[in-house]
Nanobody
Framework: VQLQASGGGLVQAGESLRLSCVAS????????MGWYRQAPGEQRDLVAQISTGGITNYADSVKGRFTISRDNAKNTVYLQMSSLESEDTAVYFC?????????WGQGTQVTVSS
């Protein structure tokens, strides 16, 4: 499984961004897709994840501001980020989970200026 993330950038606090991640390869067995983020000097943490059936899970810090969605036909997962805060600045990584393991995409930088 290969994952290609895009959509990061530099925005001001309060603005919005949408990240996209396209999966290719052995995508039929992917069940959960998610977004993680890692700020400098910090560990990589879960932001949001979504199952094939649409069940979602969010980090408390992004609830009400971020929305994860998925287009199974396009093997794509999205992260709509609204009301961005400086604390959201990080490299965002896409992850796809299969029964036998998980795969990471390359990160995309999100920088929020206050």
């Amino acid at each position: 499984v290969q994952l290609q993330a895009s959509g990061g950038g530099l925005v001001q606090a309060g603005e919005s961004l949408r990240l996209s991640c396209v999966a290719s390869g052995s995508t039929a067995s992917i069940n959960i897709m998610g977004w993680y983020r890692q700020a400098p000097g910090e560990q990589r943490d879960l932001v949001a994840q979504i199952s094939t059936g649409g069940i979602t899970n969010y980090a408390d810090s992004v609830k009400g501001r971020f929305t994860i969605s998925r287009d199974n036909a396009k093997n794509t997962v999205y992260l709509q980020m609204s009301s961005l805060e400086s604390e959201d600045t990080a490299v965002y990584f896409c992850r796809a989970t299969r029964r036998v393991g998980y795969y990471w995409g390359q990160g995309t930088q999100v920088t929020v200026s206050s």
